[in-house]
C-alpha cells in the first residue's frame, strides 16, 4: 500500500522569495516520487522525479526535490518565487513503472507581488 | 517528448445524454493508460486502468457501466460517460505510461472540463 500527505492545503509567498512545499509518503517498498503542476483548468506537467538515484532532484523552472528516507519526506523547494509559479502542485508515488500513481492532497501555491 | 492529446477540451450535455472523451498517445505506443476524475479545488482520483486489448480495471466505487472505457488499439483510449448527470460534472484527465526507453515516467492529456446540464 501507499500513500502520501501533502501539509499544506495552501501556500502564500512573495515575489523573489523562496518556496516550500512540503509531502511525506508511505509506501511498502521503494518508491518512485514525482512532483506535477496544475495551471488552471490544464492538465499536469512533471516538475521532476526520484526514482531511486541521485536523491537531491533538480527539476525544470528552477525546483528541486529531496528524497529523505529516514523522513520518509520528498519537500518541494524553489530559491525564489516567479509569478508564473501560481499552480496547484501534487506530490505522487507509484511503486514502480506501470504501476498506478497515489496523488497527495495538492498544495496551491499564491505567488504575492 | 510523448505527447497525450485529449479531446474535447471542454463539452457540455444534456442530462441523460452520453459523452466521449478521447485519449490518444502521439509518437508512442501506449499499451496502459489510466483515467482520473478531478473535482473543484480537490486532488486527482484514479477511476481505472485501461489496457490494450483487455477489459479495464475499475477502482473501488466506480461504475464500470456508467463509465465505460475501451482501449481499441495502441494509441487510443476512450471514456464514456453514460446516461449523465449533474453529478457527473467534473474535470477528467488521462495518463499513458511513457515508453519502454523513454525517460521513465507517465504524461498527461491536458484534461476534458464535463459539464451536464
Known amino acids: 500500500a501507499q500513500s502520501v500527505t501533502q501539509l499544506d492545503s495552501h501556500v502564500s509567498v512573495s515575489e523573489g522569495t523562496p518556496v516550500l512545499l512540503r509531502c511525506n509518503y508511505s509506501?511498502?517498498?521503494?518508491?518512485?516520487l514525482f512532483w506535477y503542476v496544475q495551471h488552471p483548468n490544464k492538465g499536469l506537467q512533471l516538475l521532476l522525479k526520484?526514482?531511486?538515484?541521485?536523491?537531491l532532484v533538480k527539476g525544470i523552472n528552477g525546483f528541486e526535490a529531496e528524497f529523505k528516507k529516514s523522513e520518509t519526506s520528498f519537500h518541494l523547494t524553489k530559491p525564489s518565487a516567479h509569478m508564473s509559479d501560481a499552480a496547484e502542485y501534487f506530490c505522487?508515488?507509484?511503486?514502480?513503472?506501470?504501476?498506478?500513481?497515489?496523488f497527495g492532497g495538492g498544495t496551491r501555491v499564491l505567488v504575492k507581488p | 517528448g510523448a505527447v497525450v492529446s485529449q479531446h474535447p477540451s471542454w463539452v457540455i450535455c444534456k442530462s441523460g445524454t452520453s459523452v466521449k472523451i478521447e485519449c490518444r498517445s502521439l509518437?508512442?505506443?501506449?499499451?496502459?493508460m489510466f483515467w482520473y476524475r478531478q473535482f473543484p479545488k480537490q486532488s486527482l482520483m484514479l477511476m481505472a486502468t485501461s489496457n490494450e486489448g483487455s477489459k479495464a480495471t475499475y477502482e473501488q466505487g466506480v461504475e464500470k457501466d456508467k463509465f465505460l472505457i475501451n482501449h481499441a488499439s495502441l494509441t487510443l483510449s476512450t471514456l464514456t460517460v453514460t446516461s449523465a448527470h449533474p453529478e457527473d460534472s467534473s474535470f477528467y484527465i488521462c495518463?499513458?505510461?511513457?515508453?519502454?526507453?523513454?525517460?521513465?515516467?507517465?504524461?498527461f492529456g491536458s484534461g476534458t472540463r464535463l459539464t451536464v446540464v
Open positions: 526520484y526514482t531511486s538515484a541521485a536523491t
Open positions: 505522487v508515488v507509484t511503486l514502480g513503472a506501470g504501476n498506478k500513481l497515489t
Open positions: 495518463s499513458a505510461i511513457l515508453p519502454t526507453g523513454d525517460d521513465y515516467g507517465y504524461t
Open positions: 509518437d508512442f505506443q501506449a499499451t496502459t
Open positions: 509506501s511498502s517498498y521503494s518508491p518512485s
